[in-house]
Each structure stands twice: as C-alpha cells, then as structure tokens.
C-alpha cells in the first residue's frame, strides 16, 4: 500500500526487515539499503534506466538478498511545494511498485538531495566522471537517512 504517513509506513515494516530507498532519475535509479535496526542507510547500486519490467526483475534479486520489506522513494516536490513531472514520475512509479511487490511503499521529499549529495562530492574533490558514477546510489542513501534521522525525532 502507498502510505503517506512515515509513522504508519514504519509500523508496517517488520523489526527484521530492512527498508529499500529508490531515487528515482531520469537516466539512472540510486539504491541504498538500511540496516535491519533501521538507524544507518549505505548506497546499494545504480541502475541505468531501464524498462520497468527489467527493473523490477533486479529489486526482485536486492529482496531476496536483503530481505527489505518497504520502500521510500524520494519524491522531487517542487520548491514552491507543488507537484511537478518529476514528482507525477514518482508517484506513478511508487504505485506500480504498492501494485506488484506488495509491500508498503512511502513517498519521502527529497527536494534538493542530488544537489547536497553533489556539493559534498565536490567539497571531498571527487572528480566529475567519479561522481557521475556514484551520485545516484549517495542520493539514495541521503533520501533514505533522512526518513531514517526523522525516525530517531519521531519515535
């Protein structure tokens, strides 16, 4: 189910289940994975983009390897708040995955989470075909601590 509220969407992840986070892009998706104590996301994988059948033949592969039970995906909110392309994109894609893994799935902001991931990889002089390289995956691991930093607030 497509959950709107981090709080119910934590509650529908078991205790010994880890939490996927996808940031979806226009070329390539990021993944990261959160420990099963849902305290400390790492980056997972980039993946080119590819048909959605394909891509979800590979989170199919990352389930049975990790055995995630929820996925956060960064939803790009539009600064102003409204919803944008981008965000559609998103939504449309959390939805088809509520649909065919069955299992909650939670939209989270990620406004300007590429841009922060990318000042730091500048600020640490990783060179720019490294940071094309990895940004994706940061990215994702940066949208899933956030969820999981307001967890540790919220709880």
Do not use: H
């Not at 990318?118 to 956030?146: N, V």
């Amino acid at each position: 189910m497509l959950i709107n509220d981090p709080l119910i969407f934590y509650k529908e992840v078991t205790s010994n289940e880890c939490i996927l986070g996808i940031d979806p892009g226009t070329k390539r998706i990021g993944l990261a994975i959160s420990d099963i104590n849902k305290k400390i996301s790492s980056p997972l994988t980039t993946l080119e983009k590819i048909k959605y059948t394909d891509m979800l033949g590979e989170l199919e592969k990352i389930k049975n390897q990790y055995l995630f039970g929820g996925i956060v995906i960064g939803n790009p909110i539009n600064m102003d708040g409204t919803i944008g392309r981008k965000s559609q994109s998103s939504n449309s894609l959390a939805n088809n995955l509520v649909r065919d893994m069955k299992m909650p799935v939670l939209l989270w902001d990620e406004r300007l989470s590429t841009s922060a991931v990318e000042r730091m990889l500048i600020d640490a002089d990783i060179s720019r075909k490294r940071r094309k390289a990895i940004i994706d995956k940061l990215s994702a691991a940066y949208i899933l601590q956030g969820y999981l930093d307001y967890l540790v607030i919220n709880l």
